[in-house]
T-cell receptor, first 114, second 115 residues
Framework: RKEVEQDPGPFNVPEGATVAFNCTYS??????FFWYRQDCRKEPKLLMS???SGNEDGRFTAQLNRASQYISLLIRDSKLSDSATYLC???????????????FGKGTKLSVKP | DADVTQTPRNRITKTGKRIMLECSQT?????MYWYRQDPGLGLRLIYY???????NKGEISDGYSVSRQAQAKFSLSLESAIPNQTALYFC??????????????FGSGTRLTVV
């Protein structure tokens, strides 16, 4: 099983739609979680961290299910500018530990159409 | 100025040539990373460094070497470039424990083509 798995998509949705991405991770010791956004040929940029209780930032909601080892990202009222690839990212290290590299999923491509 | 600067932005080189990609950062982070990205393969870690005296191989280090000249500088070298090293290369930084909370900051990438 791959460390971080995502549906590559593409997800093609109309403007205004709600879309959700899921991501599963294999290491049950994973400690922190993120969603990154990557535009074509650009660098990945942090979209949001994912907290155990779930968290929301405007139209974006991230949730974590530790028991099932999956992370989700919900985008409401999709905009054309949301078109990008969304990377699920997991940190398997412990806070204060010497390790803790991030493990990146391959990404889910979203295309929002007019 | 960008927090993490990569040079060059684009490079075309011939097979067998030596090439160096450079990365510098102004964030004061102690950890630095080199990744390559290929379509369909995602980001793959080449090398990483937790401080100036610490260099570690990632999952695809063959054919690459690195140098951590200072806390702020981390260079990636291809000693003898080959066409399958054509890719988008990213440098990233993190502040040790900060990666736990804040993830990485990436440079804007170097697009390398080996012909």
């Amino acid at each position: 099983r791959k460390e971080v798995e995502q549906d590559p998509g593409p997800f093609n949705v109309p403007e205004g739609a709600t879309v959700a991405f899921n991501c599963t991770y294999s290491n049950s010791a994973s400690q922190s979680f993120f969603w990154y956004r990557q535009d074509c040929r650009k660098e990945p940029k942090l979209l949001m961290s994912v907290y155990s209780s779930g968290n929301e930032d405007g139209r974006f909601t991230a949730q974590l299910n530790r028991a099932s080892q999956y992370i989700s990202l919900l985008i409401r009222d999709s905009k054309l500018s949301d078109s990008a690839t969304y990377l699920c990212v997991v940190n398997t290290g412990e806070y204060g530990g010497s390790q803790g590299n991030l493990i990146f999923g391959k990404g889910t491509k979203l295309s929002v159409k007019p | 100025d960008a927090d993490v600067t990569q040079t060059p932005r684009n490079r075309i080189t011939k097979t067998g040539k030596r090439i160096m990609l450079e990365c510098s950062q102004t964030k004061g982070h102690d950890r630095m990373y080199w990744y390559r990205q290929d379509p369909g393969l995602g980001l793959r870690l080449i090398y990483y460094s937790f401080d100036v005296k610490d260099i570690n191989k990632g999952e695809i280090s063959d054919g690459y070497s690195v140098s951590r000249q200072a806390q702020a500088k981390f260079s990636l070298s291809l000693e003898s470039a080959i066409p399958n090293q054509t890719a988008l290369y990213f440098c990233a930084t993190s502040a040790g424990q900060g990666s736990f909370f804040y993830g990485y900051t990436f440079g804007s990438g170097t697009r390398l083509t080996v012909v």
